[in-house]
């Protein structure tokens, strides 16, 4: 059995593709084994990973309380949203390369301290100035943490194990989905939006203990610069599916931004059953995760290419049905439970299309999905004040269609380890 403070898999720098090199499947660890500590060690990434979603957008349901207790306009308080988005996104290409020569390990469990101190941060902030610091804090431990995450998982546990492995951690973004908005808002209304806040620090404690009894030594590898990045984006395949992803995130948040206006305007739903709509959706979107490690052990190209087709059929459902409040919900929850299995798709083809550069490659899905979110809301708006929110999902909803047909296509995502009949089929 390894070492638990060691890495449980075996250096791969010899099976490692030579630099610039297209890599075409994820290199065999001579010796891999999936054993308890290395799984332990996946749900102290998920905790993290919930942690840190719940802490990024828990303004959403508090903008109001703290507009008024700093007295700004809303408007103003949701840039602390676009913060964290923002450095994030620059934080996701750079981070490889700061932090190439340390064990990674301690760069994890050093994005931990930052949520915790982060989030007393805000909860203390007396000015917006303050409050939008601790936000960037927020950020820097985001975009970091997401661009180590698949090349963890892929540490952690043997390969044919990887999409288990990154679906238990997506669970926890999942779990963020539910427990920010609503419950955020219920607590910030008993407890005020401050304390709320601080019980965001109290997980960021339990993450960072939680991780420091789990975690293995990580050491770094792969040459992790500037210049790495632009050589994986001219790797086979790597262009198309970077554009790929950005075309279906975008149209997600392009339809996910606007739902609540789609309900209350469209289906009549009140403000109150938005938010358990919304929660129907975040408790299909944690099962989703699980259903795609399923899914991706047959094929991963039909994966990524059901879930934004599935995703794509529900808003155009949901704009024919005008107005029918039951198919609607329920048409919700599937678009919600097919969208969980996106960010587990993506992840998996990053650690088959670039398995030697995984952390570098993971840095450019994130910028991807950070790009497609903020493009997303953008487009979005402007199509709901030209078309409103019918407009809006019907044309997001045939931009999903068209994308998964055209992945269907052309991805040809390398096969699985040991697994190579179910992807060639």
């Avoid at 210049?227 to 984006?233: P, Q």
Wanted: with cysteine; charged share 10%.
């Amino acid at each position: 059995m390894p070492n638990p403070k060691t890495d449980p898999a075996t250096d791969q720098s010899e099976n490692a593709a030579p630099p610039g090199a297209p890599a075409t499947a994820t290199p065999t660890p001579t010796t891999t084994a999936s054993t308890p500590t290395a799984w332990w060690a996946v749900l102290s990434m998920t905790l993290g990973v919930f942690g840190l979603v719940t802490a990024e957008f828990l303004p959403i349901s508090l903008l109001t309380p703290i507009a008024d207790d700093l007295h700004i306009t809303e408007g103003l308080a949701g840039q602390a949203i676009s913060a964290t988005a923002l450095f994030a996104l620059i934080t996701s290409l750079l981070i490889a390369t700061v932090t190439r020569r340390f064990d990674r390990r301690t760069v994890l469990l050093s994005f931990s301290v930052l949520l915790v101190i982060s989030s007393i941060m805000v909860a203390m902030a007396q000015s917006f100035s303050f409050l939008l610091l601790g936000r960037v804090l927020l950020g820097i431990a985001l975009g970091g943490f997401w661009t180590m995450s698949t090349a963890t998982i892929m540490r952690l546990v043997p390969p044919q194990h990887i999409p288990r492995g990154l679906a238990i951690m997506y669970s926890g973004v999942s779990a963020a989905t539910v427990f920010a908005a609503p419950v955020g808002s219920y607590l910030g209304d008993i407890i005020s939006w401050r304390a709320v806040f601080l019980l965001a620090a109290g997980i960021g404690a339990i993450t960072f203990v939680t991780q420091l009894a789990t975690l293995p030594s990580l050491p770094p590898r792969g040459r992790a610069t500037l210049r790495v990045l632009v050589d994986l984006v001219k790797r086979p395949g790597m262009k198309f599916g970077l554009f790929s992803l950005v075309l279906i995130i975008t149209g997600h948040f392009a339809l996910f931004t606007y739902v609540r206006p789609f309900l209350e305007n469209v289906t009549g739903v009140a403000t109150a059953g938005v938010s358990g709509v919304l929660l129907g959706f975040g408790l299909a979107n944690f099962a989703g995760t699980y259903l795609a490690g399923t899914l991706i052990s047959r094929s991963l190209r039909m994966t990524i290419a059901l879930m934004p087709m599935i995703m794509g059929l529900c808003a155009i459902a949901m704009v024919t049905l005008d107005g029918a409040l039951t198919p609607t919900i329920i048409l919700v929850a599937i678009w919600g439970m097919a969208f969980g299995g996106v960010p587990v798709a993506w992840s998996t083809w990053i650690t088959r299309t670039v398995p030697d550069e995984a952390e570098s490659g993971g840095g450019l899905v994130v910028a991807g999905f950070q790009t497609a979110i903020a493009s997303g809301a953008v487009i979005g708006g402007l199509l709901f004040d030209f078309v409103g929110s019918l407009g809006v999902f019907t044309i997001g909803g045939l931009t999903l269609i068209a994308a998964a047909l055209v992945v269907t296509a052309v991805l040809r995502p390398a096969p699985a380890p040991e697994l190579d009949l179910a992807e060639q089929s």
